[in-house]
């Protein structure tokens, strides 16, 4: 009877670990941090909007278009948390200031800015055609428009490239 009961001791304690684990999991959604980590035991338990990891059902609601009032703190939401996004004041201050004046609408420094961006390569969550438009960002030193760009999406995301749409990070307009 005994060698009956070390089993069962063994998965009532398993079960006990995983229900900790899925409440410590569940309190850290309630912390309103748009990145809370995700573990193995998340992906597990469920899909998840605020971790990284995993597949996703479908993409959390992107951010406010800009230009209007700024929205209250904490409430920005990466379009796609499977890209890694950037402070937009970790950013060049030429980019800091792209991102000002597309805020403004204008004017911009080369004939080209505002021009859709096609997305050829899916580097940006696919979306239809016209959705994107991009903007130069200032080098300094260069004698053309260099490889250093802002994208925006038609709902208000922005994103930083700064090798010519090789890379992109979501700009994050909190921080």
């Not at 009532?12 to 990145?35: E, N, Q, R, T, W």
């Not at 035991?41 to 469920?46: I, L």
């Not at 379009?79 to 204008?106: E, M, N, R, Y």
């Not at 428009?145 to 090798?163: A, F, H, L, P, Q």
Request: hydrophobic letters at 30%; glycine letters at 12%.
């Amino acid at each position: 009877m005994t060698s009956r009961k070390n089993p069962l001791v063994v998965v009532a304690v398993l079960i006990l670990a995983v229900m900790a684990g899925a409440g410590y999991l569940l309190a850290d959604k309630g912390s309103g941090h748009p990145k809370a980590a995700a573990s193995p035991t998340a992906a597990a338990a469920g899909p998840s909007t605020s971790g990284t990891s995993g597949p996703k059902p479908s993409a959390p609601k992107p951010s406010p278009p800009r230009g209007g009032p700024s929205a209250p703190a904490g409430t920005w939401v990466p379009a796609d948390p499977a890209l890694a996004d950037v402070c937009l004041t970790k950013l060049p201050s030429q980019a800091q200031d792209t991102v000002g004046l597309i805020a403004k609408g204008g004017p911009y420094p080369y004939s080209r800015d505002g021009i859709v961006f096609e997305n050829r390569e899916s580097r940006l969550p696919k979306k239809a055609g016209g959705y994107y438009h991009e903007y130069t960002v200032v080098t300094p030193g260069s004698d053309d428009r260099g490889t250093r760009r802002v994208v925006t999406g038609n709902s208000g995301e922005e994103y930083w490239s700064g090798d010519h749409y090789a890379t992109f990070q979501e700009i994050d307009p909190r921080c």
